[in-house]
């Protein structure tokens, strides 16, 4: 019956979740394509064409609405636009003709103040130059934004491009902070689109909290308390065997726990319920648990001692990597006697 | 064991030589900090020199290009009380071999890790593929860097690593993942688990769940199922986990029959008026024979956040008051100021609760490249101890090149 509330415990949440994602997970749309045929390797890359052939009045465009797409105008430059079998070119539907479609994004972009900054189009629109004929994106992804915008070569505040549509708790509400290692993992991309990858992650996850970002600045007094219970993971950002002892053991001090009279039968269930953080501080080469004489397999007997790993010896059952390793946790404790019969492995080797 | 100091400086010196030839550049910023302090033990001058850089070396047609990322940091007290404390750190330093073999991304070096079942710092190779639009495969492997002896190399034998982490994305909003870790060190395998992750950012609502299984232990040591919504005036997060307490199976404590943590999360923001949101959070933590919950609310704006909180159950029991301000006062100058009051007791045996104060009050200048920051610290707790605390901090961005 437990097993069975165990497995609902960890199906249920399971099903919900994909329940949910079913539900709402939208239908491939096929984008029925623009009418306009058009291949910019063919123009920049093979015949050489320069981008303000077609894109003339790019120069002067301070608008992110601005049309800077070529009318058939431009083209019948260089193409018989008159030649009605022709038109098949450049047109899907040469019975009903369209313009090409002008997709207006939400950023506020001014193409002259980049242009008189002597940014090269292909800074931005690297698709546009490149070997493939077939580009896909016509527009730079935000990475490539942040290239420049780094607050060197020019600014980097969100509403130098998003203007007013957006702050930053909309993009990273309070609680974002919890959940925001699970979504690196899922959509590094979109992460990677503001932050400097393992620049930004590194300054927080491996820092010092000089400035109280991380904790607030008495985090040093209260720390206990979530060290004590589970309401924040430590071990998301530190390793506490290395992280804490670094400053309990330099300063000499123990858990005010420690010091009451009921520990000792106390212990017990403090480390079943949370032996990270007894991990933090004793560890695999501490006496202090095992070789002290409280836990120790004094008599060599199997199943004599209870006290430790009662439920969780079924995996070293049979030959596992401890078996040959004499750095194995097993032998903490126990004494490879390397004989039939003698002492712990007398357990099996009988 | 290898210095790595020399080698990550002389590859950015070569790297940085290589400027200006055509399309190479180098970024960065330079990081000066000094934190004044007095501890029972005597004043501290902790200071911390920091580098971050990226020197691109060569930039070909489309993607194509190597650069080389580099961060570390040199800390110390010029008061000369903490001698076990300087040290280097390198945080990371990779070369980064782009779409030199198609489709690839190679980094080469120490670089942070991550899957959604284990993180490390590594010393080794990630390689990421996309063979398709909608696939994206990472593998690493390399040794992992332990954070005692940050500037050096662990053998492989010591401490291999490796995993890899295979993502699919039928949809731009979809994400479904398989994760896989080994984690070695000291010479002992400190973890091994494989895990699937699902992860779906709609419009308004998102979800994500997660199972890990561990392979040493041979069961499923953590399930996590989020489900959050978002609009214009409203975000809610709801969540629960249960987990096995994560212990290497180097340790000791990795024999004990640990009770299964049941977490349940719940997370609001809610848009008042204007830019004034309200925040809350409830959190239950459900063991087998204990419990213990805690919540938080208050008021959040860009300037401003005040926030109360509370916490009670087998860890303790605290009441905690926050407030933070940052108002910018022109374009250059930012001043910002912080208040925490909390009173806890950290067991039941405590009759009386303790009391902990800290501020800070400090100057922020950004112009042209510089970021100047100086705050004045103030930690009071009535058990332990008072000080007051000096941080001056310079940073210095740089940039050449690079287009």
């Known amino acids: 019956m437990k097993s069975m509330k165990r497995y609902m415990m960890i199906v249920a949440p399971i099903m919900l979740l994909v329940g949910l994602t079913v539900a709402q997970t939208e239908t491939p749309v096929k984008k029925k394509p623009g009418d306009i045929i058009f291949s910019h390797f063919f123009h920049v890359q093979e015949n050489e064409i320069d981008c303000e052939t077609c894109h003339g009045d790019i120069a002067t465009s301070t608008e992110n609405v601005d049309r800077n797409l070529p009318d058939m105008e431009v083209c019948a430059d260089c193409h018989d636009v008159e030649d009605e079998e022709g038109c098949v070119i450049c047109h899907r539907s040469p019975d009903d003709p369209q313009p090409s479609v002008h997709v207006i994004t939400g950023f506020a972009f001014n193409h002259q103040a980049h242009v008189e900054r002597k940014v090269a189009c292909a800074t931005c629109h690297a698709e546009m130059t490149s070997d493939h004929p077939v580009v896909k994106t016509a527009i730079s992804v935000k990475a490539q934004c942040m290239q420049c915008h780094n607050n060197v070569t020019a600014e980097s505040r969100c509403a130098a491009c998003h203007g007013d549509r957006y702050q930053l708790a909309d993009i990273h509400p309070t609680a974002w902070r919890h959940g925001h290692g699970e979504e690196a993992s899922a959509r590094e991309a979109w992460c990677a689109s503001c932050h400097h990858e393992q620049v930004d992650c590194q300054d927080c996850h491996q820092g010092d909290n000089l400035q109280g970002n991380i904790h607030e600045l008495n985090y040093v007094f209260i720390h206990g308390l979530d060290a004590g219970s589970k309401n924040i993971d430590c071990t998301r950002c530190h390793n506490r065997r290395e992280f804490c002892t670094d400053c309990h053991e330099r300063n000499l001090r123990i858990p005010l726990a420690h010091s009451t009279a009921g520990w000792l039968s106390e212990h017990g269930r403090a480390a079943r319920q949370d032996p990270e953080n007894c991990a933090s501080c004793h560890e695999t080469d501490d006496p202090s648990c095992s070789r002290s004489g409280c836990h120790a397999d004094l008599d060599g007997i199997r199943g004599t001692d209870p006290r430790f790993h009662a439920a969780a010896m079924s995996r070293f059952d049979g030959h596992g990597a401890w078996h040959g390793d004499n750095g194995y946790v097993c032998y903490q404790c126990h004494v490879n006697t390397n004989a039939e019969g003698i002492g712990f492995c007398g357990y099996c080797h009988r | ?403």
Do not use: C
């Not at chain 2, 997660?210 to 978002?230: K, N």
């Not at chain 2, 926030?307 to 605290?318: A, N, V």
């Open chain 2, 1 to 403: 064991m290898i210095r790595l100091r020399a080698v990550v400086l002389s590859g950015i010196a070569a790297l940085i030589l290589a400027v200006p030839a055509q399309g190479t550049g180098v970024s960065g910023r330079l990081t000066g900090d000094v934190y004044a302090y007095e501890n029972p033990d005597g004043t501290h001058w902790q200071s911390f020199l920091g580098l971050q850089s990226r020197a691109i070396a060569w930039r070909g047609s489309g993607r194509q290009g190597i650069s080389l990322n580099s961060y570390f940091r040199w800390t110390g007290d010029l008061a000369g009380n903490t001698p076990d404390q300087a040290n280097w750190r390198v945080y990371h330093g990779y070369l980064r071999l782009d779409h030199l073999v198609p489709l690839t991304r190679i980094d080469v070096g120490r670089q942070f890790v991550y899957t959604s079942v284990g993180s490390a710092v590594l010393d080794g190779i990630t390689a990421n593929i996309r063979p398709f639009r909608e696939m994206e495969i990472r593998l690493f492997g390399g040794s992992s860097v332990a954070g005692e002896h940050n500037d050096r190399l662990q053998s492989l034998s010591d401490a291999a690593s490796f995993g890899g982490r295979v993502a699919y994305r039928p949809f731009s909003s979809l994400t479904v993942g398989g994760n896989w870790f080994r984690k070695k060190s000291d010479g002992l395998t400190a973890y091994h688990r494989v895990g699937l992750d699902l992860s779906h950012d709609g419009r308004r609502l998102a979800t994500y769940g997660r199972v890990t299984y561990d392979i040493e232990q041979l069961l499923v040591t953590d399930v996590l199922a989020r489900v959050s919504y978002r609009d214009r005036n409203w975000y809610w997060s709801s969540e629960f986990r249960t987990r096995q307490p994560s212990v290497e199976v180097s340790s000791i404590f990795s024999l004990i029959d640990a009770v299964r943590a049941k977490d349940l999360r719940l997370d609001f923001e809610r848009r008042v008026i204007g830019n004034i949101r309200a925040v809350g959070q409830v959190f239950v933590d459900l063991l087998d024979d204990d419990h213990s919950w805690a919540a938080s609310t208050g008021l959040r704006t860009t300037a401003f956040t005040v926030l109360w909180h509370h916490q009670t159950g087998y860890g303790g029991d605290s009441d905690g008051l926050r407030g933070n301000a940052h108002i910018a006062l022109d374009t250059h100058w930012t001043g910002f100021a912080s208040a925490n009051l909390s009173t806890y007791r950290v067991q039941e045996a405590q009759e009386e609760r303790s009391e902990a104060y800290a501020g800070g009050l400090g100057l922020q200048y950004r112009g042209g490249a510089m970021l100047i920051r100086g705050e004045g610290q103030f930690l009071r707790n009535a058990v332990d101890e008072s000080n007051f605390r000096a941080l001056l901090s310079v940073t210095r961005y740089f940039g050449a090149g690079g287009r």
